[in-house]
């Protein structure tokens, strides 16, 4: 079945500091969507991109999807205490049917 | 505008009890419905989701059921808990399958 990886699983950064998660699908996707989930708090969703290598920007939050429409990557610019969470991507392949599939997330911590 | 309510926010129960947890979403009509479980520090899991009242799919094969006994309103349901059953269970919404999913403040669950 369809599987999505993020990395890294944890990033410590200095705020001031700039951030970035990755995520990798083993299937090609037919649109990718990012969430971020506050500490104690339920995930939010941030972002569909649906174009092959589409770029969108969101204040510091700067989202790509791959050529390919396998991979995806968001990117903070200098990081606050404020983006202090999880980001978990998600995409449903491009088959008919099947469900969205979430990655692992990235846990990103920000030090004051 | 939409909203979705889940409650409780927190529930404490004994292995073997019975479990109900109820979700309802406002300002849609025929939204698919969603019930993830996730592990402390862990991604999400889709346990159940449903396109229409009455109609359920199980991802993950265990002692949960759901049930979608009117269009907007979503209950998971556990005769018998088990200590593995402890999480933190979210219920969620889309507009149409596999568009951007809105979820609810969700229920940490702990089985004693």
């Known amino acids: 079945g369809q599987q999505v990886m993020q990395i890294p699983q944890y990033q410590h950064v200095q705020e001031g500091e700039d951030f970035t998660t990755y995520c990798n699908s083993s299937?090609?996707?037919?649109?990718i969507q990012w969430y971020k989930q506050r500490p104690g708090g339920h995930p939010v969703f941030l972002i569909q991109l649906v174009k092959s290598g589409e770029v969108k920007k969101q204040k510091r939050l700067t989202f790509q999807f791959g050529e390919a429409k396998k991979n995806s990557s968001l990117h903070i610019t200098a990081t606050q205490t404020t983006d202090v969470g999880t980001y978990f991507c998600?995409?449903?392949?491009?088959?008919?049917?099947?469900?969205?599939?979430f990655g692992g997330g990235t846990r990103l911590m920000v030090k004051p | 505008s939409q909203t979705i309510h889940q409650w409780p926010a927190t529930l404490v129960q004994p292995v073997g009890s019975p479990l109900s947890l109820e979700c309802t979403v406002e300002?849609?009509?025929?939204?698919?419905l969603y019930w993830y479980r996730q592990a402390a520090g862990r991604g999400l899991q889709l346990l159940f989701y449903?396109?229409?009242?009455?109609?359920i799919s199980s991802e993950v094969p265990q002692n949960l059921s759901a049930s979608r006994p009117q269009d907007r309103q979503f209950i998971l349901s556990s005769k018998k808990l088990l200590l593995s059953d402890s999480g933190f269970y979210l219920c969620a919404w889309s507009a149409i399958y596999n568009s951007p999913l809105h979820f609810g403040n969700g229920t940490r669950l702990t089985v004693t």
């Open positions: 998600a995409g449903p392949p491009n088959n008919a049917g099947n469900m969205l599939t």
């Open positions: 299937t090609t996707l037919s649109n």
């Open positions: 449903s396109v229409g009242i009455g109609q």
């Open positions: 300002g849609t009509s025929n939204p698919n």
